[in-house]
């Protein structure tokens, strides 16, 4: 767009914010020293030098005083759910969790997927991210929308999909734990393909992709080979029909390695590719045991790819000693990065620096990646894998105005450098987070949300929290002794 296109739509603005020091992550990667942005309508009119935006009379003008500036974060795989309860809560010596989480299954109900989805949610605002992905979580969908919606954030929710189980699945809701809720509202451990695809469709057209809603509906499964070769198949070509990005989990563990030479005589990739499902609308999350066949499939098929780094770290997965994230960027390919579910906080700058510091550990070499690097990887690479590149990631005319500006009172603000790239990487991160705009409207403004009583829904958090810990035992992964434990559910 020329320059005097640019003004003429700058003049109409609703909202201009000035004199910031501004990391557009446009195709040059200028960072404005004294920038404007010029806001209307939701998405982006005029960006800048301040001397070259116009202010008109009807604008709300908002001086930023030189506080930083960039694009919101895309966190391109969070567990939004019911999940979101129990972190902090967990056993301290394994990385299995599924008693934990069995025992999550009986406290399971739509007040608790709501609750869920709403405290990650607002972590994620208050963290500088303005977009999620998710590959299926929900129990009671239009109950993660709700928190969703009433946040303000954008993000593809979806059904909890894994078929192909069903002997299994009807075994287990013979047991106790599962009797006092419905059949039809139990999808645990499986539901049939033909459901799940019905639910797919549902979701999409429910919640369009190509619309102006922030809640979306896109093809998320589960994946990591507990989905039929006859869904992923159906799923792809429903994806393709919508034009929707496909997203599901991959590679995670070597037990799924072992599964799939076991079941198909192939690797996981290797089968995918076989299905033909690998490709540019596809998007797989963890993918860390590949060999490199594996690899080069990805990087030849345009695959897009989420680095989860907390989630492997704490669980010990391997994603910094074996995964091949590195070479798949310097090939071309597109990687996001994810918080996943309660191995951590919804904190993209904390994945932004774990990946900085983490292969340079394990490698034994700098950079591997730089700071601007991995800034692109949870900007413009994240806006790819969510099939979004067109409408957020950059500051640029036309996009979205998803915009996250920092807090200058703050110790990590300072020093101040005309390059704040490594500022922000290394120092910054999520913690100077002050005001973040989704659409052009302010949903967290001066470290307050703006759309509801968080206090209120801090409360109805922790009453429902504290509920689930006193029917489990707030001692149960506990090594040193709680006194003083007492009953604070309501």
Known sequence: MTAAHQDLHAADAEIVLRHGHIITMDPERRILLDGSIAIGNGRILGIGPDDEIPVSESSMVRDLKGALVHPGFIDAHVHVNSQELIRGFA???????SDLELALWDANSPEMDYLGTLISS?????????????TGSAFWLADEVRALEMVGIRGFPGNFLIDGNLEVAAEELEDPRFGSMPQSEIDILGVSTDVALERLQRQIED???NSERRVRGVVNLFGSGRNTDK????ARQLADEYRVPMIMHQSWGPEEVSASIEEHGKRPLEHLADLGILGPGLTLVHMIHLDDHELELVIESGTRIVHCPTASVRRGMGALRKGHFPEMISSGSKVAFGSDGVSGRRDVGRQMYLAAVGFREVRNEIPVFTGEKVLEMATLHGAAAVGMEDEIGSLEVGKRADIVIHALDRPEAHPRFQDPVDSLVFYRQSRTVDTVFIGGEAVYDNGCFTRFDADEAYRKIDDAASRFENTVGASSFATWP???ARSRGK
């Open 207 to 209: 919640y369009p992709f």
């Open 231 to 234: 869904l992923l198949i159906r």
């Open 482 to 484: 709680i006194v003083g």
């Open 122 to 134: 607002m972590e994620m605002i208050a963290n500088g991210t303005t977009m999620f992905a998710d």
């Open 91 to 97: 056993p301290k010596h394994t990385a299995d969790w």
